[in-house]
């Protein structure tokens, strides 16, 4: 089910005295954050947009600044929310790359006559792995590998997927 926000980090805490936060990114590419002029503070239809006043990296977090918040109490107050984008301001994918938000909810078809529906998208560091709840109650971890994914049809979410002998074994 397409969504029209795509949340792009989660903010972990205040940072320094001026209002910055720490951002975790949920974002394949942290580099994008420099690009950014605007946030938007939260997934629902409620969301505020910020205006981005600064944007640092530190190891595998993002120290970013908004016009909106300039001290440390204020910055507080935005631990554990959202950061996202809107769907029109996503970066541009590659073929046969998609959002997780577009992939979750999404009905599988098997190879070998089950189907069920993507819950989870793992990211490992070789490859993602779909977690798909079939109907007849058993869990698949799928790798999400082009010998596992034969069509990923976004419009009508559904996803046709070759199972690999051996996964669903008990």
């Given at each position: 089910m397409a969504t029209d926000r795509l949340r792009i980090g989660v903010i972990t805490s205040p940072h320094g005295v001026h209002g910055e936060v720490k951002v975790y990114p949920t974002t394949d590419d942290i580099?994008?954050?420099?690009?950014?002029?605007?946030?938007?503070?939260?997934?629902?239809?409620?969301?505020?947009?910020?205006?981005?006043?600064?944007?640092?990296?530190?190891?595998?977090?993002?120290?970013m600044g908004f016009d909106e918040f300039g001290s440390m109490d204020e910055a507080e107050k935005l631990r554990d929310k959202d950061l996202c984008v809107n769907r029109d301001d996503a970066i541009k994918l590659n073929k046969d790359e998609y959002f997780v938000a577009d992939l979750i909810g999404m009905k599988v078809l098997t190879d070998v006559g089950t189907e069920g529906e993507l819950t989870d998208v793992m990211h490992t560091g070789a490859n993602d792995v779909y977690v798909i709840n079939l109907d007849?109650?058993?869990?698949?971890?799928?790798?999400?590998?082009?010998?596992?994914?034969?069509?990923?049809?976004?419009?009508?979410?559904?996803?046709?997927?070759?199972?690999?002998?051996?996964l669903l074994d008990q």
């Open positions: 580099k994008r954050f420099s690009k950014l002029k605007t946030v938007i503070l939260g997934m629902d239809g409620k969301g505020v947009t910020l205006h981005v006043r600064s944007v640092k990296y530190h190891k595998n977090m993002v120290i007849d109650g058993r869990e698949l971890l799928l790798p999400a590998i082009a010998q596992c994914v034969l069509d990923v049809d976004i419009a009508d979410s559904v996803m046709k997927v070759h199972v690999l002998p051996g």
